[in-house]
């Protein structure tokens, strides 16, 4: 039920997440340790902010699996970005098609999620009803990710992110228990508007998927002796991965259950998550 | 915007049609003379039913053009059947993506249509609204003709393939003039049910895309002297195709404004097609 | 390295063996257990022999993982063959491209390959060089796979498919050794001429990967008990594999190191492959 | 036969070339005037190098038609480079794949070819016998094009472009002779090290396909004139084309047969091309 990974700092080469870390998001497309399956083979994307312009984010997006798209490592060689997003999916259920690959996008928007609408094909039609009309030509795909973006959008996602999503949970919780759904949220999702990133952990049954915060940028250098780029990482750097990029006692901080977190300006600061 | 052909006699092989006629499909995906584009490029599909069962028909779909698609080939040179419907696209805004691909599939039911619906990206919600709950997740895509041949099934296309058809394009004419769109369907379609083809020509403006059914079976065998596949089909053995095949005085049969047309046991038969 | 299977026998829809079993190929793409990786997700193929006519055997072949591929799932439901061999892939070096998919084909035979030439790449002139000049524009693709059977075929492989195996696999060491390379094959492959398969095990460390026998028709109906058309298999169908469909005493023959099987008019018979 | 582009000059988002000229390599993929073909729809590639780093080129190709390939849009609305070559493809004879997509590299070395080797099947063997053994492995596709640089590297082009150019040519011409081949090479080819381009417009039979040079910055800014990116080029941004951009008189050089043109520090040089 995929994997995923945000950075937010200076300026970084994409591939030097993905591919040159220890267990990097490619790695995790074939050997994820702590995801739902171990393989995360349908389908990929990155979205990215430019150095320049974060007002406008770009994405690649493919049904490849991440670890053998040619164009990806291309890429991934040469861009460079102070923010991006990256996805690795493994389906259940909607098909493998670009348009059910994250991150999803709204304007300046990007979203990335890991976990499911349960009973979400009893849902579907529900949900898609409550997300409001003027959002509604903006649902390219078929996938529950996102839909569950457009509900935040149209509960206010934009003024109040974490308000947005908490609002959207809770309804799709609802509708769910309505059709007889217990436990109908499994999530990590990221989201960025090109400055911050909020990270949230939660899932109905708070039996949630794994995710985790980049302590401090010493643990991230201290982990890639060898990678030059990495060491030229400083104070507030930071990413937010589903699987730590490698082990290392001190370096990677649990998000807790049920808790979203805010990256901004080389800190963070952490809230309970409580949809309503 | 699309072409298709139709096919439905003895059991023959796809790739008679298809691709040893003089302007079969693969051809038309390059040089179409009378769609509304030259190259219909964005991926195709094919669906066929069995010689031994007609109950479940097989589709191949593919969002590579039909012209360079490796595996069409093969599969046409190997597949022989009683009925089958082929499609080739000219995507005009919905993603290129196989859900896209016609033809689109219910129980033993096959859809495929040439032309769209004007406006669709603003009726797009009000459309999927007035699908019946119950069929609504058989939609995986987000094409027009998609949400079309679902409105048909609400409106009762399995028990009165033509009243549903109109039915369907009597309301979608309704939902657009309602928001100002006019002239809101083109179309021809094919409909099958694996036993009878259902082919209407239909236009809101009345001026439809190109539909022409085979005179008779002496018209595809004096037009492909050299294929001896086509030489041995016999009396009923029959095409509904978006362009001719070749040019041969009598040959063909310009389905007329309007109009449905349908086929079985052989013979044919045709009637006002009337949207309500 | 790739799995594979192959069936010969009564006509059976492809889809029994591949979906409708307990470790099947498509299980096998995601969880191998017996592989060199877990997943082998470099895109598959099918190629299989006609019930009427088993001198020109088709091939779908794809990009995508098999798990995920729609299309292999509508063919492998309706199309029914004496005689197929699937194939997955783990890429090891050469691009993921149709054209180095298997099953790879040359007139009425198809070929698998489950294993890799070492130092392939350093190899790569040597051997194309000496595939004979009638058979050099018959490979397509880049894969290392491609060029042994066009060495076998160069030496002999369609009056006498073992032989000219076996000196393919011969030459593929001598030039091997001669850079320096130890070890230089690992197979195991299946090769069929529409009426035979001919199954090797074999490497030149003698650590060759895991094939399998179909002890009789009882083990796979025995397996299988809830699946109607296995029940229906009769004395003579027999399955070759990568890896067990499942654990059951008895019912699968391990085919030893250096050893070749034939399959034959219901029957098997066995040989040592020795390489010259 | 493909059509292409390149750009040389102050850095400039790749789409304002692509997608945002009047007859653009996009348009030209669905409607190429002067083509050998009207559609070249067997997939793309965009090659560029960095502003900072001009010497590793980054590339993304693909098997789609750019004129659906989203990603391709995405890439060329955020990436800026001072020299991209950009090429579009109607396949002759090699697999649609990633591996046969221009540009070809080689190094900081990027090519791109439109034209063809005649008879190249029958030359194959023999062409790629005499590439530099050490070369040889670079050659990852099927295409005569990649056979061709790989020729002309072989014969000096890293050292002198031009020359290895026409040795490579002249070769390929007396090896077609000896096979009864006459006519063999039509091409026209873009060639850059990330600071230079070369231009070539040649075929055997002196009927080459079409080539254009901008006379000038003010004839690109005079095409586009609600263009605000392209009404910044200034003096020596210039651009080479298959076909021009737009109908301006005195806005494009034609560049004459059987000539190499050398872009270089906002001027540019022409002089014979003859094959040795």
Redesign the interface.
Known sequence: MCRWNAYLGQPLLIGELLYRTKHGLIDES??SRMGAE??N??GFGVGWY?IADRT?P????????A??D??LR??A???ESPLFLAHIRA?IGS?????NCHPFRHGRWLFVHNGMIAGF?AL??DL??AVD?SL??GI???ADSEVLLHLALSFGLEADPLGGMERAVGFVEEKARERGVENAVQMTVGISDGERVWAVRYSSAHESRSLFLSEDVDALRRLHPDNPRLQQLTEGDRVVVSEPLADLPGAWIEVPESTAVLLEDGGYEQRTFKPC
């Open positions: 074939l050997h171990t393989t083979g349908d430019g406008v770009a994405r690649y997006r493919s049904v490849n699996p670890w053998n040619v164009n291309e890429l060689d040469h861009i389906a098909p493998v098609q670009q348009t094909q579907h039609r898609l009803l009309p509604f030509d390219a795909g078929s």
